[in-house]
């Protein structure tokens, strides 16, 4: 693939500008927070100083923006040009610029105060990411200053996204985040029998993923290895994908290879993609082959196993990219009758794929030891919530023009590919594979728009990850044209220039965590829960742990009998299907009072609307979790630092607390 560079004159205009905006667009931003902070800036030496600064910086960059048209020109571009000669200091200053990002994210003062301003971390980005381009073009002068630019945020970008992914990786004991320890609790039931003790049901939700997540408890692993494990996972196994794609694109050389792969793993974050939709991804990219049938068939039967393991709307997905790449890599011959033998192998593979995951999904249920096989499909009586797919209160951006802004450059490089490069497909397989990437699209929408959805993109990562394969090979010239041979594509500049910025602005969202906590607090938390557990058991009582289910499964926790029902993931989409059978047994066991003792978070009953995040799934669980508990529990200890509060039954009349 070749690209074309700016001229020199339109690449330096286009810096300055970006230079001169952002500040800028920062000030108005801090404005507003010293509005909500109740600063009053012009009697605020710090805010003033601040503010003055950033002015400055920007209207410095207007000014040279502006001598760029004047008889100076070419003194200016020099000056801004005389760092890149400075080759001693270039590697260091690389190091630095790369690094500089997440560092400055991860200052504590900088994530109270402007974590959330998007230009004001756009800016921060902006200019490390010059200090970067400088550096690289000190180290290879050769390269154009528009290549060090975009190299520079590819390699920034995806150490950002490496730093602020394992700083989750923590030993603290607690669950981090409303789910975040009960996909560490969920593997365990697997190996129930030598962990608890007795066998108990297996996962309703997200099976695959809960057996990826298992080996650490094969070697008896701590709680930071658990979430180090899930974090190299996702890494290796969408690193992977690419590298799956890589091989079927046959690119060889070396330095750019290595670049879009780096770029590939940055698309497939933005999604995300949940890396275990990337196993029937990796089996098919690497296993498919249009020439030999026994090897597709096995590919496709594995991944297809593996997708109905995984979710209900990735059902298709394996038989789906069978037939896109068979659209891609075999041409359609338009002899009499030629149209069924063409289509016959692709919708062979379509039928018999979607069927191998609905039979594996049956089969994982009947020997699940789950009591009802409607527990698994919640999602499909579960509400709609259309309002999501534009901005809303919890998603910010809106789940439809998130998809297009992560889709849109990609789509204009199918479009060139196809205008530019002359494809020559027969429009049998343009349409076919344009149906199936909106197919995908439509159904990711409606999957997003579910009660527990609608709060990032990655229920469209099964059309994420089609386009790519998709742009890629018409780009790179991997299809096979009905005559002729296929031909690599030159894009314009700006155009890739939009292709790496938008991955990337994805990427850069993320905060590093600060993965410090006091060890001594939580260790008393610990015994106090353990002394808790002792009195209970000493008495044959029963005692339900809804969160951090983990500190049994983990030997945090000793002497717990795991109830098997009611963990919060679960009773949550039960809640938001509203599953009146799941349900009615929930509120027949709060309402005896069967358990001594109940580990929650603590119920704070309240009801929202959509101007609220998560508003629904809010009221969910306040109205058919929270209140029949609140209506037979009292609170009688609460660890508000972690999230964790005791409840034990209600002694004489029961009262209900005020419910609004």
């Known amino acids: 693939m070749n690209v074309s560079s700016p001229a020199r004159t339109t690449f330096w205009r286009l810096t300055l500008l970006a230079t001169a905006c952002l500040p800028f667009l920062a000030v108005w931003q801090l404005l507003g927070l010293a509005r909500d902070l109740n600063v009053v800036v012009p009697t605020s030496r710090s805010w003033m100083g601040l503010l003055g600064l950033l002015g400055m910086f920007g209207g410095s960059a207007l000014v040279v923006l502006a001598l760029s048209w004047s008889r100076w020109q070419e003194k200016i571009l020099a000056i801004l040009e005389a760092p890149s000669r400075w080759r001693w200091i270039s590697v260091p200053a690389l190091v630095v610029a790369l690094a500089a990002y997440p560092l400055f994210l991860a200052l504590p003062f900088v994530q109270a105060l402007?974590?959330?301003?998007?230009?004001?971390?756009?800016?921060?980005?902006?200019?490390?990411?010059?200090?970067?381009?400088?550096?690289?073009?000190?180290?290879?002068?050769?390269?154009?200053?528009?290549?060090?630019?975009?190299?520079g945020v590819v390699l920034q970008s995806s150490l950002h996204l490496l730093v602020t992914q394992f700083s989750y990786v923590s030993s603290y004991p607690f669950a981090k985040g409303w789910s975040e320890t009960s996909r560490y609790y969920y593997p365990s039931l697997y190996l129930s029998g030598q962990?608890?003790?007795?066998?108990?049901?297996?996962?309703?939700?997200?099976?695959?993923?809960?057996?990826?997540?298992?080996?650490?408890?094969?070697?008896?692993?701590?709680?930071?290895f658990h979430r180090f494990w899930q974090v190299f996972l996702r890494f290796s196994l969408?690193?992977?994908?690419?590298?799956?794609?890589?091989?079927?694109?046959?690119?060889?050389?070396?330095?750019?290879?290595?670049?879009?792969?780096?770029?590939?793993?940055?698309?497939?974050?933005?999604?995300?993609?949940?890396?275990?939709?990337?196993?029937p991804l990796i089996l098919v990219l690497w296993g498919f082959s249009h020439s030999d049938d026994r090897r597709t068939w096995l590919v496709l039967i594995l991944a297809s196993i593996w997708s109905g393991l995984s979710r209900i709307n990735?059902?298709?997905?394996?038989?789906?990219?069978?037939?896109?790449?068979?659209?891609?890599?075999?041409?359609?011959?338009?002899?009499?009758?030629?149209?069924?033998?063409?289509?016959?192998?692709?919708?062979?593979?379509?039928?018999?794929?979607?069927?191998?995951?609905?039979?594996?999904?049956?089969?994982?249920?009947?020997?699940?030891?789950i009591p009802a096989a409607d527990f698994f499909y919640t999602s499909l009586t579960s509400n709609l919530l259309w309002y999501r797919l534009l901005p809303n209160a919890s998603y910010s951006m809106g789940v439809l023009p998130a998809a297009l802004v992560a889709s849109l450059p990609l789509w204009v490089a199918v479009l060139v590919a196809l205008r530019r490069g002359r494809a020559g497909l027969h429009p049998?397989?343009?349409?076919?594979?344009?149906?199936?990437?909106?197919?995908?699209?439509?159904?990711?929408?409606?999957?997003?728009?579910?009660?527990?959805?609608?709060?990032?993109?990655?229920?469209?990562?099964?059309?994420?990850?089609?386009?790519?394969?998709v742009s890629a090979y018409l780009v790179f010239g991997r299809y096979v044209p009905e005559t002729g041979?296929?031909?690599?594509?030159?894009?314009?500049?700006?155009?890739?220039?939009?292709?790496?910025?938008?991955?990337?602005?994805?990427?850069?969202?993320?905060?590093?965590?600060?993965?410090?906590?006091?060890?001594?607090?939580?260790?008393?938390?610990?015994?106090?829960?353990?002394?808790?557990?002792?009195?209970?058991d000493a008495r044959d009582g029963e005692i339900l742990l809804i969160t951090q289910r983990h500190l049994v499964s983990m030997h945090m926790?000793?002497?717990?009998?795991?109830?098997?029902?009611?963990?919060?993931?679960?009773?949550?989409?039960?809640?938001?299907?509203?599953?009146?059978?799941?349900?009615?047994?929930?509120?027949e066991d709060i309402a005896a009072q069967r358990f001594d003792l109940i580990l929650v978070d603590p119920l704070n009953f309240r009801l929202l609307g959509r101007n609220y995040a998560f508003g629904e799934e809010n009221n969910a669980w306040a109205?058919?979790?929270?209140?029949?508990?609140?209506?037979?529990?009292?609170?009688?200890?609460?660890?508000?630092?972690?999230?964790?509060?005791?409840?034990v039954p209600q002694r004489g009349e029961r009262q209900c607390p005020s419910l609004k």
């Open 114 to 151: 402007v974590g959330g301003l998007g230009w004001v971390r756009a800016l921060a980005f902006w200019v490390f990411a010059l200090g970067g381009m400088y550096a690289l073009k000190a180290l290879k002068k050769e390269l154009p200053w528009f290549a060090c630019l975009t190299l």
């Open 314 to 369: 990735w059902y298709p997905m394996p038989g789906v990219l069978v037939g896109v790449l068979y659209f891609l890599e075999v041409p359609y011959k338009g002899r009499q009758g030629g149209t069924w033998r063409y289509l016959l192998r692709p919708g062979l593979w379509f039928a018999v794929g979607t069927g191998v995951a609905f039979a594996a999904q049956r089969a994982y249920i009947a020997l699940s030891g």
């Open 485 to 536: 041979n296929a031909r690599v594509v030159d894009l314009h500049w700006g155009l890739l220039g939009l292709i790496v910025a938008v991955p990337a602005w994805f990427a850069l969202q993320g905060n590093v965590a600060l993965p410090s906590y006091d060890a001594v607090r939580t260790g008393s938390i610990l015994s106090q829960l353990q002394a808790r557990v002792e009195q209970v």
């Open 623 to 647: 109205q058919r979790v929270m209140k029949p508990i609140l209506c037979n529990y009292e609170l009688d200890q609460i660890y508000p630092e972690d999230q964790i509060a005791l409840y």
């Open 238 to 279: 969408l690193g992977l994908t690419a590298l799956a794609l890589l091989r079927r694109l046959s690119i060889k050389h070396g330095a750019f290879r290595t670049l879009f792969w780096l770029w590939m793993v940055l698309y497939l974050f933005q999604g995300p993609v949940y890396f275990h939709l990337a196993v």
């Open 557 to 587: 926790l000793h002497g717990v009998q795991v109830v098997p029902e009611y963990e919060r993931e679960e009773l949550m989409e039960m809640a938001m299907g509203n599953n009146e059978q799941y349900l009615d047994r929930f509120r």
């Open 428 to 469: 049998l397989r343009l349409g076919l594979v344009v149906s199936a990437l909106s197919v995908l699209f439509a159904g990711g929408l409606v999957v997003s728009m579910k009660i527990g959805g609608g709060v990032d993109i990655h229920n469209l990562d099964a059309y994420l990850s089609l386009l790519l394969i």
């Open 195 to 224: 962990i608890f003790g007795g066998r108990l049901p297996w996962p309703i939700l997200h099976p695959s993923l809960h057996l990826l997540l298992l080996p650490p408890y094969l070697i008896d692993a701590p709680l930071w």
